[in-house]
């Protein structure tokens, strides 16, 4: 009996796509679900990582030339209105405030500073929204791609048993594709959940990180223009 039980078991084809085909319609359903969502996270991952790592590089080299010296009106000149850095984009929103707060007289409207602070909030807050575009849904898959798996292994240990009953024959060569295939869903769901939550934490501190650097940088050219405002 046992030398006919390791035959059959031998004979079944216990590789992922085998386990994957002989699971039921909902099992297969939440494996393709599981899977969609380890595919989307780890795009966002890599997206992000790539983005910041720009960010950082952009901040970088704009923090060189904003700090070399040079007039901030021809710093502002060379990089226009609308540049595609993050940090010259809020650079761009103080100096654009603080030339449309100027009279023809050469003048300065009256809450001149206090615009100027704002505008760049604003930047500040656009910037801040694309970096963390993506992150929610890093957030959601490590939440409830475990929960999925799980119903999914339920949903295919019930099936299991339910054969069993309706064979009436406890054999391991009954039980094991089942009891396997239904445990293949909670495997997927922790393979999408477990990086998803690793990533997300990482990647939110660095977006955090960098939010902080153009906070700070906004701090810095407020009080140089505030300076100019008081002489």
Same mark, same amino acid.
């Given at each position: 009996m046992e030398a006919e039980t390791l035959a059959l078991a031998q004979e079944i084809d216990f590789s992922m796509w085998g386990l994957f085909a002989r699971a039921t319609l909902t099992v297969k359903l939440v494996m393709v679900l599981l899977i969609f969502a380890s595919i989307w996270s780890w795009s966002i991952i890599l997206e992000k990582l790539m983005s910041y790592r720009r960010a950082r590089k952009e901040a970088a080299v704009f923090d060189q030339s904003f700090w070399s010296g040079e007039p901030l009106d021809e710093l502002y000149d060379q990089i226009g209105a609308e540049p595609d850095g993050r940090a010259q984009r809020v650079f761009a929103a103080g100096m654009t405030e603080w030339r449309r707060s100027h009279r023809d007289d050469g003048g300065l409207i009256a809450g001149a500073h206090a615009r100027i602070d704002r505008s760049m909030d604003v930047a500040i807050q656009k910037e801040a929204e694309t970096l963390q575009k993506g992150l929610p849904v890093l957030a959601t898959v490590g939440s409830?791609?475990?929960?999925?798996? &799980?119903?999914?292994?339920?949903?295919? =240990?019930?099936?299991?048993?339910?054969?069993? #009953?309706?064979?009436?024959? $406890?054999? @391991?060569?009954?039980?094991?594709?089942?009891?396997?295939?239904?445990?293949?869903?909670?495997?997927?769901?922790?393979?999408?959940?477990?990086?998803?939550?690793?990533?997300?934490?990482? &990647?939110?501190?660095?977006?955090?990180? =960098?939010?902080?650097?153009?906070?700070?940088? #906004?701090?810095?050219?407020? $009080?140089? @223009?505030?300076?100019?405002?008081?002489?």
């Open positions: 409830t791609a475990p929960f999925v798996g &799980l119903f999914g292994t339920v949903w295919g =240990i019930m099936h299991a048993f339910i054969e069993i #009953a309706e064979q009436q024959n $406890t054999n @391991l060569a009954v039980v094991a594709p089942g009891i396997a295939e239904a445990l293949l869903a909670t495997g997927l769901g922790l393979l999408a959940a477990i990086p998803a939550v690793v990533f997300y934490n990482k &990647l939110s501190a660095d977006s955090d990180r =960098i939010v902080a650097g153009y906070e700070s940088f #906004a701090d810095e050219f407020s $009080t140089i @223009l505030s300076r100019q405002l008081d002489s």
